[in-house]
């Protein structure tokens, strides 16, 4: 039976699979430490309800669940035809402050609708599935993020443990007295309960996570989802312009050296080079001027620089291209600048082999599928360092996150919903016929 | 005996009186509320005792001294050919808050010394001089300008008089406590003693007053001073830019409407702008991004502008076509414009005749004589409505002022005064020759 004959038999099912994790969206979404708004964050009463909750639709799906000692709730669809492998699918369960009901929540729902369509057409597949509702992404509590999935790549610290939250209570602490204490085990030694979080890469096919874009892309294209290439890297600069400050009455303008006029040529040279880059993004998002008064020209205008790029090297390109700019720039009008690498960050790019497998999946239900970038980071950037990674994005409306208004209609859900599972089913045939998927990133 | 002939004869008098009035700036540095720095505040002890001092160099130049309702100091110079004309000079002896020592002090100290010299010289002026010593011109303590020149001109409000410091102390209170009670009279009705100060503008020749620059233009020029064509008319605006927030890591280029970007472009058309005019200034002080985030694009960005001219035409079409370019610049950009005139206030110009007669003085002191507007306020922008105005500016250190560092040479003064000297003696020529200066401005 050809994918696409069995892909029409259960759109019915499918619509109700979207219903279902529309309504589960709208019931996590009730699940929050702070009344009124949505707040889940690490370790927190909320998380606990939510992973319990979660927990239960995981069972109902016919997987086994646990929580490893970080709080990541694992639910386990062991395949009928056991090869050993397993296909991380998943997403995060927690959030910002005052979130949308959709970031990270949605990833995880879509797995658990994905294995549950699959178990319900007997679909044999040759390796296992294992879906993930990692313990944090968003960082809000510690304020360091991606706890759940740098415990999975090996990645979380023991300095890591010692952090406090905003009253005090260590990362250890915490972790201990929300998690299953089983999961630590006797005597207690966190560090090594969490060492032995850390995944097995030989063992595991690849990690897949559906997300919302959180950016109007999708939306622009009028196309319900597309492809990520990378998770981008990030360059943070501090710049400051030193001009010199004077009466705005009584210097005229040809003896100025106003440190905000360079600014805001430099403000347009980055903003017209990024335009002329495919992908790049930078923006200047802070700025400052000293004195701050409107009858005397600044004397000083310090700013923000945010460039990001799916390629390292062009974004470190971009990143010396602007400082060298902005030299320039203070150069020709006799000001000084100071300029300071804030932060760099390197992109995590996503699977070639399980980007192509998911564009075929995406191409059945859609008529193209788009490639882009992630200017956001996500689980998907931790996994994707030790496994091949891929992420499947869902248009949300006016690009908006991290906000109440975030939103995502339904059908985009069901879209999203067909595409994973051909993107399961497309995989398990390429498995089937060659067996050698994880060696070929 | 030529005017010139008689300049050579004076040139030692001339520098010793220069230095007698640097030694006067440093004495009157020394007085001040606030131990460590030059503070000197509208009818604070410090005006008090600078009012004493001041008042006995006048008197030892052969003036006779009184103080008015609102604490102006005023020494009369009598004529011995009395026309029952009087020319005024001064400035202003309050300062800022850590003050340098020239602003004011200097006019002041320099009309002093001027009629010093006339009177040793024994030159017949036709008409008398009254020097002021002004009681506020920079409004530090009641936070509004021009209070000694504003009762001069008739312009102080009884509304003025409630006004109260940051004690709660009323200007009245603060007056009646401060001044000469005599000048208020039985009664104390200070508003009608007030009125009492508003000059007789028929009987005024004219309005003189020397200043630093507080600017960088004749040091620039290699000039020691400079006639002042008019105290420049001020426009004040307020801009915001509306465009839309995103995240700086999803929105690709082409899709952001980024209000910063809006308002650098601006803030750059404002400079190229007032660059191509001739003595325009056009000053973007402040700027303000909201949501200020690294990592968000602005959706906002306010700033402030300040336009100044000596011709209000050329303010006023200046300030037209600088809204219209943040309103073209905003609509090319999908973003919003809002904008508000904060303040505008008419430029005063200074007395052709005058100027002229001013530029002739100076000619003869330095090779040419340049003329400037003033970007700051003086007393004499106020004096100016009423009666014919001109003012000398000196050159200053880096156009530096407001600040301890204000400084201004021996060599300078001894120009100015020359200048000075040389001024009155001309206008007193052509007062004898024609009598009517008075009503031709």
Redesign the interface.
């Given at each position: 039976m050809g994918l696409q004959h069995l892909s029409g038999q259960l759109s019915g099912a499918m619509s109700q699979q979207a219903r279902e994790v529309m309504q589960r969206i709208e019931a996590l979404a009730r699940i929050t430490d702070e009344p009124g708004r949505l707040t889940r964050t690490f370790c927190s009463p909320a998380m606990r309800d939510a992973n319990a909750l979660v927990g239960r639709w995981m069972r109902s799906a016919g997987m086994t669940t646990r929580e490893d000692a970080v709080g990541n709730l694992i639910g386990s669809h062991t395949s009928s035809n056991p090869s050993g492998k397993i296909l991380l699918m998943g997403s995060h369960l927690d959030t910002v402050r005052n979130a949308g009901k959709f970031d990270g929540p949605l990833g995880v729902l879509l797995a658990i609708a994905c294995v549950d369509m699959l178990r319900r057409e007997r679909h044999q597949l040759p390796f296992g599935i294992d879906v993930i509702g990692f313990a944090d992404e968003e960082g809000v509590r510690y304020q360091t993020t991606y706890l759940g999935s740098r415990a999975m790549a090996g990645r979380l610290r023991k300095s890591d443990l010692a952090r406090k939250d905003a009253e005090g209570i260590t990362m250890e602490n915490a972790i201990l007295k929300a998690t299953d204490s089983t999961a630590v085990g006797k005597g207690g030694d966190l560090a090594a309960a969490i060492r032995r979080v850390r995944i097995n890469a030989h063992g595991v096919l690849g990690y897949f996570e559906a997300h919302i874009?959180?950016?109007?892309?999708l939306e622009?294209k009028n196309l319900p989802v597309g492809v990520v290439t990378a998770i981008?890297g990030?360059s943070?600069l501090s710049l400051k312009f030193i001009g010199v400050a004077?009466?705005?009455?009584?210097?005229?303008?040809?003896?100025r050296r106003?440190a905000?006029?360079a600014?805001?040529?430099?403000?347009?040279a980055v903003?017209s080079f990024?335009?002329q880059q495919s992908?790049?993004?930078?923006?200047?998002?802070?700025?400052k001027?000293e004195p701050?008064?409107?009858?005397?020209?600044?004397g000083a205008a310090e700013l923000?620089l945010?460039i990001?790029h799916q390629s390292d090297a062009v974004r470190e390109a971009a990143t010396a291209k602007l400082t060298s700019l902005a030299k320039a720039i203070a150069r020709k009008r006799g000001a000084k600048l100071s300029s300071e690498l804030v932060q760099a960050t390197d992109a995590v790019p996503c699977s070639p082999r399980l980007q192509q497998v998911l564009a075929r999946a995406i191409k059945k239900q859609q008529n193209r599928s788009v490639a882009l970038p992630?200017?956001?980071?996500h689980d998907a950037a931790v996994l994707g360092t030790v496994v091949p990674a891929t992420m499947l994005f869902v248009r949300c409306k006016a690009?908006i996150?991290?906000h109440p208004d975030e939103s995502v209609t339904i059908a985009d859900v069901r879209v999203a919903l067909a595409v994973m599972a051909d993107f399961v089913r497309l995989l398990a045939k390429e498995f089937a016929s060659n067996g050698a998927l994880a060696k070929r990133r």
């Open positions: 874009e959180q950016g109007p892309v622009k981008a990030q943070r004077g009466h705005a009455g009584t210097t005229p303008m040809n003896l106003d905000l006029c600014a805001a040529e430099f403000v347009c903003e990024a335009r992908d790049l993004v930078a923006t200047v998002g802070q700025i001027v701050g008064a409107s009858n005397v020209i600044p923000t945010d990001r992630s200017g956001a980071g690009g996150s991290h």
